[in-house]
């Protein structure tokens, strides 16, 4: 089966709880991808750098910062800032620009993703999510990058920059891993980490990943565990 001609855009926030210019970004985010629940996929990689001001952000992690050095790098930007949005691997802008953001997914959606995704048979097992993969498309130094997605979470705030508040996080990931891409399809897992509570709906997300860190394609699936 053919799944080439999809067009997919794939939102990466970086976003921190202890960031007051962060949760118009979040909520943006959640937005666009209940607008084009099939096209759009929604990542918030939550940052650990401003958690010194007080707070410490519960889903942030080093890597999450790690990773967005390493746009940045490519982009030619020196340093990380929050809220920012990465679209599909290729474009970076501030997080809360509604009108960037709409004009870059629309711009996107004219295109067709250079690789096809789909997710196959999704099992949970203790602590595990197991699941089958299929790609289409060229495979050449690509990866496949696996990402476990708390659906929402709400938070009260009690310090730093957003103390007293109650925020609303959506698509938070909390687990990832990549694979090499040796054939077209495949079986894998992917660990339940603790911050994940037995009441969060989670989402798989699947993505095909270039050397030159464009995301080529796409899928997802919920879990039920």
């Known amino acids: 089966m053919e799944f080439i001609d999809t067009p997919v855009v794939v939102l990466e926030l970086f976003t921190s709880?202890?960031?007051?210019?962060c949760p118009p970004a979040?909520?943006?985010?959640?937005?666009?991808?209940?607008?084009f629940p099939d096209e759009v996929f929604a990542l918030s990689y939550h940052v650990d750098y401003w958690d010194y001001i007080g707070w410490k952000d519960p889903f942030a992690k080093s890597g999450h910062a790690k990773k967005?050095?390493?746009?940045?790098?490519?982009?030619?930007?020196?340093?990380?800032?929050?809220?920012?949005?990465v679209l599909n691997g290729v474009i970076h802008f501030v997080g809360s620009n509604e009108t960037k953001?709409?004009?870059?997914?629309?711009?996107?959606?004219?295109?067709?993703?250079?690789?096809?995704?789909?997710?196959?048979?999704?099992a949970s097992e203790a602590n595990k999510i197991l699941f089958d993969y299929s790609v289409t498309g060229s495979l050449d130094h690509k990866l496949?990058?696996?990402?476990?997605?708390?659906?929402?979470?709400?938070?009260?705030?009690?310090?730093?920059?957003?103390r007293n508040r109650t925020l609303r996080n959506s698509n938070i990931v909390v687990h990832e891993k990549y694979l090499d891409l040796e054939a077209s399809s495949g079986a894998?897992?992917?660990?339940?980490?603790?911050?994940?509570?037995?009441?969060?709906?989670?989402?798989?997300?699947?993505?095909?990943?270039?050397?030159?860190?464009?995301?080529?394609?796409?899928?997802?699936?919920p879990i039920h565990h």
């Open 101 to 122: 953001l709409y004009t870059e997914i629309n711009a996107h959606l004219k295109g067709k993703a250079q690789n096809g995704v789909q997710i196959g048979k999704i």
């Open 17 to 21: 709880q202890g960031c007051s210019s």
């Open 68 to 85: 967005q050095r390493e746009y940045n790098s490519k982009f030619g930007y020196d340093g990380n800032y929050t809220p920012e949005m």
């Open 144 to 162: 496949l990058r696996v990402v476990l997605v708390i659906d929402e979470r709400i938070t009260e705030v009690k310090r730093g920059e957003n």
């Open 188 to 221: 894998d897992s992917i660990t339940i980490p603790n911050v994940v509570s037995k009441t969060d709906n989670l989402t798989l997300v699947v993505l095909v990943e270039a050397e030159n860190l464009e995301v080529t394609g796409a899928a997802k699936a």
């Open 26 to 35: 979040d909520a943006l985010l959640d937005k666009v991808k209940l607008e």
